[in-house]
T-cell receptor
Framework: GAVVSQHPSWVICKSGTSVKIECRSL??????MFWYRQFPKQSLMLMAT?????????EQGVEKDKFLINHASLTLSTLTVTSAHPEDSSFYIC?????????????FGPGTRLLVL | GEDVEQSLFLSVREGDSSVINCTYT??????LYWYKQEPGAGLQLLTY?????DMKQDQRLTVLLNKKDKHLSLRIADTQTGDSAIYFC??????????FGTGTRLQVFP
């Protein structure tokens, strides 16, 4: 149980285009999903917290107009990187929390590697 | 804010025990976690410990928590080559956030 998927796993795009990344909880309902960004050989940095049916809460320094988050259902959250530029190239990882499980545990997706040319 | 630190690198021989250490600054974390990340992959939850516990054992994994010193450790018994990965500890200063450590790269050699 507690499986989280992401799609796509890899994306290469031209500068100026928008890219949408999907995060799905496959076997549980996730009232909260989280989006992280990880640079090579670095730790994960929380970008935003996404609650189903409400606006996402962004961390300081993260542009909400640049990284659009939608959490329309209890099993799906999307992150859209708008007008992507090479500096947006990174590894994006989502996680989902199942409040029924002990520990307030977050379960992570496999990540999406974005390369902007 | 919460600051979580780990040593960057650990190298052990196959069959030995590995101990990965983590320190944190905010004592209000209710849960503390250990995650494993293999190259190019997401994070796999290994184990977690509730803040009122001192120790938790799960098969080859033993977590020790010293709340007074804000020190957390993960011991892997009988380390195998498949254990080679990056290990992250994470604290939860509030229930909506996981603050990750810098990650410890574990290398297991034959």
């Amino acid at each position: 149980g507690a499986v989280v998927s992401q799609h796509p796993s890899w994306v290469i795009c031209k500068s100026g285009t928008s890219v949408k990344i999907e995060c799905r909880s496959l076997d549980f309902q996730a009232t909260t999903m989280f989006w992280y960004r990880q640079f090579p050989k670095q730790s994960l940095m929380l970008m935003a917290t996404s609650n189903e049916g409400s606006k996402a809460t962004y961390e300081q320094g993260v542009e909400k107009d640049k990284f659009l988050i939608n959490h329309a259902s209890l099993t799906l959250s999307t992150l859209t990187v708008t007008s992507a530029h090479p500096e947006d190239s990174s590894f994006y990882i989502c996680s989902a929390r199942d409040r029924r499980l002990a520990g307030e545990t977050q379960y992570f997706g496999p990540g999406t590697r974005l390369l902007v040319l | 804010g919460e600051d979580v630190e780990q040593s960057l690198f650990l190298s052990v021989r196959e069959g030995d025990s590995s101990v990965i250490n983590c320190t944190y600054t905010d004592s209000s974390s209710t849960y503390l976690y250990w995650y494993k990340q293999e190259p190019g992959a997401g994070l796999q939850l290994l184990t977690y410990i509730f803040s009122n516990m001192d120790m938790k054992q799960d098969q080859r994994l033993t977590v020790l928590l010293n709340k007074k010193d804000k020190h957390l450790s993960l011991r892997i018994a009988d380390t195998q080559t498949g254990d080679s990965a990056i290990y992250f500890c994470a604290a939860t200063p509030d229930t909506d956030k996981l603050i990750f450590g810098t990650g410890t790269r574990l290398q297991v050699f034959p």
